[in-house]
């Protein structure tokens, strides 16, 4: 399993998600996309996280970022987790762990490690940050930073 390096191009996906949609790399072509990669649907951490974003929603938006969390759960998991905790960021279910696998965040015993990977405009990876721990997650905030930090150094 390859681990993808800043300034490499970002793997390609399609992958179904929470609203009945289908989500694609090549849609968000131009624009910056934050991907959050989480272990599971209704856990403790990874609903602290996702309840963080919903709550800080305008900040996100601030972001001019689209944020995508992935895991390996079913698409009916995720909407039943996204309509539990009212949350707004787009939820894509990878059951095969394909894009998982693509993006190097498959972890010891199938598990998904937590990490974030910032594409710019043009689909190359600008910021790859992977939890040691499952317990850490980025807040807000930390996405904002990291977010700031991939534009400024990304070639103009």
Do not use: N
């Not at 989480?38 to 601030?62: H, I, K, M, N, W």
């Not at 939820?91 to 394909?98: H, T």
């Not at 790859?128 to 150094?153: F, K, P």
């Amino acid at each position: 399993m390859a681990r993808i390096k800043v300034g490499e191009p970002a793997p390609d996906f399609e992958l179904r998600g929470t609203g009945d949609r289908t989500f694609r790399l090549a849609d968000y072509r131009g624009r910056w996309l934050v991907l959050a990669f989480y272990p599971g649907d209704f856990t403790p951490v990874c609903t602290r996280q996702f309840c963080s974003y919903r709550d800080a929603a305008d900040r996100l938006d601030e972001l001019d970022a689209e944020v995508l969390g992935i895991s390996p759960q079913s698409l009916d998991s995720h909407e039943r987790f996204r309509d539990r905790h009212g949350l707004t960021v787009p939820l894509l279910a990878d059951p095969e762990r394909v894009m998982i696998r693509a993006y190097g965040v498959l972890g010891p015993g199938g598990m998904v490690r937590r990490s974030i990977f910032i594409v710019d405009p043009e689909g190359i990876v600008r910021y790859r940050q992977l939890a040691l721990l499952g317990l850490h997650y980025q807040d807000v905030e930390d996405l904002r930073e990291s977010l700031r930090r991939a534009r400024a150094e990304a070639p103009a």
